[in-house]
């Protein structure tokens, strides 16, 4: 570690209000040089705001920041990135039709000395090499960014920044959408910006990522409600500062699994990947789905709702009250009227009406519950709604309020509460714990053991094993569009899945 720290950002009694939120209260912080500064907090406690504070995205509405011990006012974007702040947000904002090295250098692409009208394409793919380098990125500049993994996206961003001479990278929550192995490589490199000089933001709401901060500082409504340096880091102690008690049972899992069958995959082929899948899904059972990033989770859930095309294999449901046309699902809409569910892992992307408000979208996929004599029964769909929201303890301006401007974890809970309103028979969760706070992920723990107390199935798609083997009946390995084990739970550990899902992987 770089041992002279320099003071470089201060904020002193900072408060940032929006329209009936305090979203940011008296809050005075420092980030220094050389050191990796975590932030943890709840769904809604302000730490994107701050950092949007420090990125000029907003301006606070109180106090006063400060950039190397003098008082300044950042007026947009930027300005920020003048003064050396590089902001990785969790939508990357890559062109995805453009190399690696042309996005490094967008907008800024260097010319040829003798002529200057002429851009210097072997310059910007030389430049770009060199950060990669610096950095231990093993990419190919002339790669196209439409074809690398949201893991690999990620580091072009960070190569982005540091091309453009930033000082300080702020990364909110940049392990939400990758998995273990890339989240251990993405520690390497973050851990090597530090020890190259480099101030660093990292946002998270894993635990186990504590033990990449050099401090932390713990958020709760707007304001801190603690530091800690390292060593004196302890896990514990940060849960109950952050949601203000212990959590005693961080996996409160029911065993509600039955004999009965409920839908089975049989031999399963479609034209993104999946290879020849099987399995079974139990009446109150948690199907688990371990894997990598790529290995074809996300597609074996995709092509069961009807998204992607079953090109040969079938599958069948129980129960079903709908007469299934043919042997699998031509659309998503005959999927959900058969009582299949969907969270999508990109809730931003396909899964979240942005301009509705929480209300209308928790209520959008199943209308038919609150319509009255052929009219939507507002009242009805509030109060059901409502039930939801305060079931989840999603904030509750999500009552009014466009989906938009709540919290990244509020948002991922509005979805949830859709599909409950749905209620569906099988529930495919695809990471439905991603970015929301530790409090959140134990009440959709609960949500789980509620659908699965009520005979209903759950396919469980999750890129934290612990919480896989700790919320599943079994496990269904993933690799390459196959499934190469299943095993009951009790039977196998976290080494074991690491070692299958790992294995002969490129
Ligand atoms: N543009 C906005 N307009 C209105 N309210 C906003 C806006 N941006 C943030 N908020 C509110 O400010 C509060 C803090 O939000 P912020 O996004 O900073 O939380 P966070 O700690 O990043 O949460 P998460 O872990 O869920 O990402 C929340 O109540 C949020 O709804
Ligand atoms: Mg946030």
């Not at 099987?278 to 998204?307: K, N, P």
């Not at 007469?323 to 699998?328: E, F, G, I, L």
Request: net charge neutral; glycine share 8%.
């Amino acid at each position: 570690m770089n041992e002279i720290k320099e003071l470089l950002w201060e904020l002193k009694n900072v408060t940032k209000v929006f329209p009936g939120v305090k979203a940011i209260n008296n809050l005075s912080l420092k980030i220094y040089s050389s050191e990796v500064h975590g932030m943890i907090g709840e769904n809604g406690s302000g730490k994107s705001t701050i950092v949007k504070c420090l990125s000029g995205v907003y301006q606070p509405t109180s106090g006063k920041i400060f950039y190397r011990g003098n008082p300044i006012v950042i007026h947009n974007p930027m300005m920020a990135c003048s003064l050396g702040v590089a902001t990785i947000y969790q939508e990357l904002s890559l062109v995805p039709s453009l190399t690696v090295a042309e996005n490094i250098y967008i907008g800024r692409l260097p010319r040829k000395e003798r002529f200057p009208f002429i851009v210097d394409w072997q310059e910007i793919v030389k430049k770009s090499l060199v950060i990669l380098k610096k950095l231990g990125i093993d990419l190919d500049p002339l790669n196209i960014v439409a074809d690398l993994s949201i893991a690999q996206q990620q580091m072009v961003e960070i190569a982005k920044a540091l091309s453009r001479n930033a000082n300080l990278i702020i990364m909110d929550e940049p392990s939400a959408a990758i998995g273990m192995e890339e989240t251990k490589r993405l520690h390497e490199i973050v851990l090597n910006m530090a020890m190259q000089g480099y101030g660093i933001i990292y946002i998270t709401h894993r635990l186990d990522e504590l033990s990449v901060m050099d401090c932390v500082t713990v958020l709760k409504d707007g304001e801190v409600v603690g530091d800690r340096a390292k060593g004196r880091i302890n896990v514990k102690e940060i849960v109950n500062l952050m949601i203000g008690h212990d959590v005693k049972e961080h996996y409160p899992k029911q065993i509600n699994q039955t004999n009965d069958t409920l839908l089975t995959v049989s031999d399963i082929y479609t034209k993104k990947g999946i290879n020849g899948v099987s399995f079974t899904v139990h009446q109150g059972e948690v199907f688990g789905l371990a894997g990598s990033i790529g290995s074809g989770r996300t597609e074996i859930g995709h092509a069961i709702f009807g998204i992607d095309d079953i090109t040969d294999g079938s599958i069948k449901l129980q129960n079903c009250q709908v007469v299934m046309t043919k042997d699998k699902f031509t659309t998503p809409r005959e999927a959900i009227k058969c009582g299949v569910a969907l969270l999508t892992e990109n809730r931003k992307y396909n899964g979240l009406f942005m301009n509705f408000n929480g209300v209308n979208n928790v209520s959008i996929a199943k209308l038919k519950k609150i319509v009255h004599r052929g009219i939507l029964d507002l009242n009805k769909e509030e109060i059901f709604a409502k039930e939801y929201i305060d079931k989840l303890k999603i904030t509750p301006t999500a009552v009014e309020q466009s989906v938009e401007f709540l919290s990244g974890g509020n948002q991922q809970k509005v979805i949830i509460a859709r599909w409950m309103f749905c209620e569906a028979n099988i529930f495919i969760l695809d990471e439905p714990t991603q970015g929301i706070d530790i409090g959140a992920k134990v009440e959709v723990y609960r949500l789980i053991n509620d659908i699965t107390s009520h005979g209903k199935g759950v396919i469980f798609i999750s890129s934290d094993f612990e919480e896989l083997l700790a919320m599943s009946d079994r496990i269904g390995i993933v690799n390459k569009g196959k499934i190469i084990a299943v095993k009951e739970v009790k039977n196998i550990n976290k080494k074991y899945l690491i070692e299958k899902a790992f294995v002969n992987q490129v």
